[in-house]
T-cell receptor, first 115, second 113 residues
Framework: EAQVTQNPRYLITVTGKKLTVTCSQN?????MSWYRQDPGLGLRQIYY???????DKGDVPEGYKVSRKEKRNFPLILESPSPNQTSLYFC??????????????FGPGTRLTVL | AQTVTQSQPEMSVQEAETVTLSCTYD???????LFWYKQPPSRQMILVIR??????QNATENRFSVNFQKAAKSFSLKISDSQLGDTAMYFC??????????FGAGTRLTVKP
């Protein structure tokens, strides 16, 4: 089954304790991205990746890191989480065409609470 | 930068009635895509309908249809014969060809029995 998986689905942590949220897709997609969803703000892009070893900042990258060592995985790293990073996080992936539409497939979301 | 505005934070509709959710966007691009996503309580993002900007015909998917006004930069979603399962948060989204996607703040729709 074609899917995007995220782990963990729920996480409660404390300020300053490093954490990683994993994202994996089995569709051989080149493009992957991370979003955070906050009430009244919709989804905002944190980082995206066009392919292996190619990453770039989205609209709200502060406090986050990413890596793309393998095509299927795109982990989101919070080196020193703070309470303002409490949010719902989504990973998404798609093919990367030069033209035309490429549907983005979303993971199930990760609810993160930083105390 | 592209922006997407959903001016209705919350809406409600009676079961079997019709409801329209509004969305406006701002862009200088000529070629782009517009989407409506549904997010039920499970939080999964579900694609409801999409519209290619180069197509003049409004997209339709069963009970869901859009009114795409390119000149006015408006992209509303009409849900006909509303069902209880339509209760969800709805997000309007804009995407350029390079996969850069922007979302609106969302409209919480409640379908009442």
């Amino acid at each position: 089954e074609a899917q995007v998986t995220q782990n963990p689905r729920y996480l409660i942590t404390v300020t300053g304790k490093k954490l990683t949220v994993t994202c994996s897709q089995n569709m051989n997609h080149e493009y992957m991205s991370w979003y955070r969803q906050d009430p009244g703000l919709g989804l905002r892009q944190i980082y995206y990746s066009m392919n292996v070893e190619v990453t770039d900042k989205g609209d709200v990258p502060e406090g986050y890191k990413v890596s793309r060592k393998e095509k299927r995985n795109f982990p989101l790293i919070l080196e020193s989480p703070s309470p303002n990073q409490t949010s719902l996080y989504f990973c998404a992936s798609s093919f990367l065409g030069l033209a035309g539409y490429n549907e983005q497939f979303f993971g199930p979301g990760t609810r993160l609470t930083v105390l | 930068a592209q922006t997407v505005t959903q001016s209705q934070p919350e809406m409600s509709v009676q079961e079997a009635e019709t409801v329209t959710l509004s969305c406006t966007y701002d862009t200088s691009e000529n070629n782009y895509y517009l989407f409506w996503y549904k997010q039920p309580p499970s939080r999964q993002m579900i694609l409801v309908i999409r519209q290619e900007a180069y197509k003049q015909q409004n997209a339709t998917e069963n009970r869901f249809s859009v009114n795409f006004q390119k000149a006015a930069k408006s992209f509303s979603l009409k849900i006909s014969d509303s069902q209880l399962g339509d209760t969800a948060m709805y997000f309007c989204a804009f995407m350029k060809g390079n996969n850069d996607m922007r979302f609106g703040a969302g409209t919480r729709l409640t379908v009442k029995p």
